[in-house]
């Protein structure tokens, strides 16, 4: 790990919800929240907190050598597709293991709310 980058992963009792074009994509009060230097914090949801069935992987595959390879897939909805918009670390490195196949979302992307807040 490049000297000075941390990665702090932590269970946290908050609720999120993920919407994109005014479809709940996730409900969750266990996600995980990921700090990494330089970085904003990320929300990683278990699977069984998302809307899998509105998901579908893609071929981009991405490497962070602070958390391991990392799979996407793509949102359809309302007939429109958002390309690789969720991401995952099915294997991420030890330092990284609390994400471990949690799905994470870009919170630019779409409208994330942590205990009733919209995150900008």
């Known amino acids: 790990m490049t000297a000075g980058h941390k990665i702090t992963t932590t269970p946290a009792r908050l609720h ?3 919407t994109l074009d005014g479809e709940k994509l996730a409900v969750s009060d266990r996600p995980v929240v990921l700090d990494e230097t330089g970085l904003p914090t990320r929300y990683y949801l278990p699977r069984e907190d998302v809307r899998m069935e509105l998901l579908r992987p893609t ?5 962070c050598p602070f958390k391991g390879q990392a799979s996407y897939w793509s949102v359809q909805v309302g007939g429109e597709v958002h390309d690789d918009l969720v991401w995952s670390y099915e294997t991420p490195i030890p330092a ?6 949690l799905m994470c979302f870009y919170p630019k992307r779409v409208e994330l709310t942590v205990d009733g807040e919209p995150l900008a």
């Open 16 to 18: 999120v919800e993920v």
């Open 59 to 63: 071929e981009l595959q991405t490497t």
């Open 96 to 101: 990284a293991a609390g994400i471990a196949s």
